[in-house]
T-cell receptor, first 117, second 113 residues
Framework: DAGITQSPRHKVTETGTPVTLRCHQT?????MYWYRQDPGHGLRLIHY???????DKGEVSDGYSVSRSKTEDFLLTLESATSSQTSVYFC????????????????FGSGTRLTVV | AQSVTQPDIHITVSEGASLELRCNYS??????LFWYVQSPGQGLQLLLK??????LVQGIKGFEAEFKRSQSSFNLRKPSVHWSDAAEYFC???????????FGTGTRLTIIP
């Protein structure tokens, strides 16, 4: 999607290794999110950020950490990858719901497929 | 707990037939509600959203959804499906104040000739 890119697109890693996924935006949006998508679960929120250095946990945050040192980048780190973290990871960006603009909504990246072996 | 539920995991529809995908929400006030579509191997694309006002919302690709407070539903409809509509569809709502989008588990749509 325009304005948001994820890297890498695919990664295979070994159990116990640290992994960092990157989300980069050019929209200057305040909010950034990391979701994971698994069959039968839809998308579940891992962590989100509401500003530089301001982050909070989502519903499935165990085993993950995030950092946001500048507006455009939001990093997701798997401290010690496990097979249960094999998934497709999506980053998303948004502005505040207070704007309630006609074009309001989340914009999603194309995803990162992570396999932990 | 605040949530959205999509009761149908998989739906199969003939090309040209009408479609209705169900979404029920559980929320204390009127939420912002969304429908997203995900084609195989792709990211998510916003189809439509409901904030307030007119309860019948028009979206892209010929889709519409109707907000029914009495039934706590926000069902997605299309009068005539095309083979390209085969995808997974997600209903979602946003929680005012914390800006977090919560998804249903999705409905996979298969189109048969």
């Amino acid at each position: 999607d325009a304005g948001i890119t994820q890297s890498p697109r695919h990664k295979v890693t070994e159990t116990g290794t640290p992994v960092t996924l990157r989300c980069h935006q050019t929209e200057n949006h305040r909010y950034m999110y990391w979701y994971r998508q698994d069959p039968g679960h839809g998308l579940r929120l891992i962590h989100y950020s509401y500003g530089v250095k301001d982050t909070d946990k989502g519903e499935v945050s165990d085993g993950y950490s995030v950092s946001r040192s500048k507006t455009e980048d939001f990093l997701l780190t798997l401290e010690s990858a496990t097979s249960s973290q094999t998934s497709v990871y999506f980053c998303a960006i948004s502005e505040s719901t207070r704007y309630r603009a006609m074009d309001y909504g989340y914009t999603f990246g194309s995803g990162t497929r992570l396999t932990v072996v | 707990a605040q949530s959205v539920t999509q009761p149908d995991i998989h739906i199969t529809v003939s090309e040209g037939a009408s479609l209705e995908l169900r979404c029920n929400y559980s929320y204390g006030a009127t939420p912002y509600l969304f429908w997203y579509v995900q084609s195989p191997g792709q990211g998510l694309q916003l189809l439509l959203k409901y904030f307030s006002g007119d309860t019948l919302v028009q979206g892209i690709k010929g889709f519409e959804a109707e907000f029914k407070r009495s039934q706590s539903s926000f069902n997605l409809r299309k009068p005539s499906v095309h083979w390209s509509d085969a995808a997974e569809y997600f209903c979602a709502f946003i929680n005012f104040g914390n800006e977090k989008l919560t998804f249903g588990t999705g409905t996979r749509l298969t189109i048969i000739p």
